[in-house]
């Protein structure tokens, strides 16, 4: 009975030595707790996703010349590692290497190449053609990656027709909300579909943009679950497995193996209960805030402290992402600050420990104002003077930055940016947009969530109950341009997520004015979401790489 381990790695794209050396390190934990098998999620080399570091004229040659460097510390177990191949022709391929005894027995190639959402591997690879089944004792497998098991009839079939009763896929599958329980319908799916077992290794990190979540998953032929790894954390999984079958085909790699039962310690398999779907979201922006800063050598943040509810949530991500230390807050009032959000930022800063620097900005705007007396005239107070102010702090909060290091934390939510609600080189001003795709509605959730967590109010009920507001005029609020915040996520979510059409929305939402009033807003602010910094992708369609519109467009719907 093999014993198989998952090693739930967080790998840095490009980090090719970095990585090599975590991969050693891992194998040597497998080996530790007696492992036969130890296997590594795709592209775990050179990270994923690599994107155009592939058009680099040394970025391969270099990432198997890390693959060699891993090879000679594979003894005593077979090792399964994602990477990037290369024939003699120059294709690529999204590869996995099996090794053992310091040997690579066989190079497995992804056949099934996404182009959707925020994949392009039709971009930089070709497709594979290889169908080989391992043995390894009397447990035959087939490995596969990633797309290979969710295209239906595929690869993952084919092998175990040639004998496979196990399928290893190794996987680098980005997070959204709810998509766990999505890979775990497939996944059980797959094993009653084959009678095999599956074991399914996917990477955890952030990248940009993109959180994975992890939560590797070994399944059992009649789709039960026997293990399932951490989530947004790096874990190893370890799992006797007796899968047995007939050795059918040809291509049949036979894999060094002494059966050792009597020195295996005991082994009871993890199975980590999956986290509810508020916290899972509070963990993957947590996280892909926290390794965004990391592996961009960031040591600190400051964040613009309004005394806000979207703000107050960016601090406490911030937080929890890299520690109170390391986290700065600056409270910007004017004349329209009122004074309850004045108080409530400084009482956020105390409860959140943080250093707080206080800058009133009218003595700069006032400046601005008398600058631009002539030009303006006798035109009223209006937009133009709104979105002074929250250039002034742009400014001030970069200003900040170069004078530090600090990395500006940004605190625009996805309902304001969909519809432009927010400031071009004001609010929008910084290195990354923690909450970029989380709805104002669940702004308020996730604060709830954090209080709960904490056992305390952290952030004061005033922030809650305060009706939302930019405060950029006299007794301005939100709902004064947008509509209420839980009809506009609403036309959102089927807007941008679901790509559903303005008759279909009006049928939904029985308001034919404000549907067309939210759609214009979201289509006529294109030209600002892409001088956007990144964020935090946890919905199934988020601002960045699912969403490619062109910003000059005549197309319209109504």
Sequence with gaps: MPRIALAQINPTVGDLNGNAKKIV??????????????????????????????????FVRDNLRALRSIEPRVLNLTAMIGFVDQDKKGQMYNAAAVIYGGKRFAVCHKEQLPNYGVFDEKRYFTPGRNEFVFALGQTTFGLNICEDIWADDGLYLRQAKKGARLLINISASPYHEGKLEIRKKLLKARARETGAYICYANIVGGQDELVFDGASLIVDPKGRWMAQGKEFEEDLIVTDIEASGQKKSAKTIFLPWKKNE????????PLHQSLGPTESVYKALVLGTRDYIRKNAFQKAVVGLSGGIDSALVAALAIDAIGEDNIIGVTMPSRFSSVGTRADAKTLAQNFNLKLYAIPIDGIFDSYLELLKEPFGERPFDLAEENLQARIRGNLLMALSNKFGWLVLTTGNKSEIAVGYCTLYGDMSGGFCVIKDVPKTKVYELCRFKNASAGREIIPASVFDRAPTAELRHRQTDQ??????????????????????????????????????????????????????PGVKISPRAFGKDWRLPITNKYKEF
Excluded: W
């Design 25 to 58: 390190e891992y194998i040597e934990a497998a080996r530790a707790k007696a492992a036969d098998l130890v296997v590594f999620p795709e592209l775990s080399l050179c990270g994923y996703p690599p994107e155009d570091l592939l058009y680099k004229e040394n």
């Design 262 to 269: 009597t020195n295996k310690p005991p082994l009871e398999s």
């Design 480 to 533: 004064d341009t947008l509509p209420p915040y839980p009809l506009l996520d609403g036309i959102l979510k089927g807007y941008v997520e679901q790509h559903h059409s303005f008759a279909h929305l009006v049928k939904e939402f029985k308001d034919a004015a404000t549907v067309k009033k939210v759609i214009q807003m979201v289509d006529r602010s294109e030209y600002k979401r892409r001088q956007a910094a």
